[in-house]
Nanobody, 120 residues
């Protein structure tokens, strides 16, 4: 079994910064692409950023230049540095990862989500 646990959400004023972290644990053979998604109230879950095992990154247009995704392969963690936050960034943020378990089966795993609220 594989678990993803997020931390770092909270309440911040517009223009402020937050850093989200996600730690993967369990029967991990390899962590492949990792990423962050978000879901605003009444909205659909949308991609925020992804990072491959080699470090290639991809961002939603709405966060380019403001958010930075990074990973520490030695610690099985992925982070999201969010700067210049806007009220429209308010959402539940979910960590996701494609993981090859020690059984050599590859699945997509999700964290439980962490709330980010940006006040105007």
């Amino acid at each position: 079994q594989v678990q993803l646990v997020e931390s770092g959400g909270g309440l911040v004023q517009a223009g402020g910064s937050l850093r989200l972290s996600c730690a993967a644990s369990g029967s991990i053979f390899s962590l492949n692409t990792m990423g962050w998604f978000r879901q605003a109230p009444g909205g659909q879950r949308e991609l925020v950023a992804t990072i491959s095992s080699a470090g290639s990154t991809n961002y939603a247009e709405s966060v380019k230049g403001r958010f930075t995704i990074s990973r520490d392969n030695a610690k099985n963690t992925v982070n999201l540095q969010m700067n210049t936050l806007k009220p429209e960034d308010t959402a539940v943020y979910y960590c996701a990862a494609t993981v090859t378990a020690t059984s050599l089966k590859t699945n997509l795993y999700w964290g439980q989500g962490t709330q980010v609220t940006v006040s105007s």
